[in-house]
């Protein structure tokens, strides 16, 4: 019988994210990129976090609400503060 096919996520260093989202913490996908001399660029930067999530087992609905709606609803409380 062949052997199960190894999962990418056992290495990833985003698996902890994944394993806290399931107990209930609220993920938001974002960059802290800043300035002409950051390694990577803004965009570059946010599209590598949302590869590493979907590499520690994030669906597709997780990534869009991390890229998204979580987001938007912190950066709303926040500015109520």
Sequence with gaps: MPSAPATRTAGC????????????????AGTDAAGPDAPIAFGEALHRELDLLREAGLD???????????????LARARRR
């Design 60 to 74: 597709d609905a997780a990534l869009a609400a991390a890229a998204g709606p979580n987001l938007a609803a912190w």
């Design 13 to 28: 260093p985003l698996r902890p994210c994944v394993t806290r989202r399931r107990r209930g913490v609220v993920l938001m």
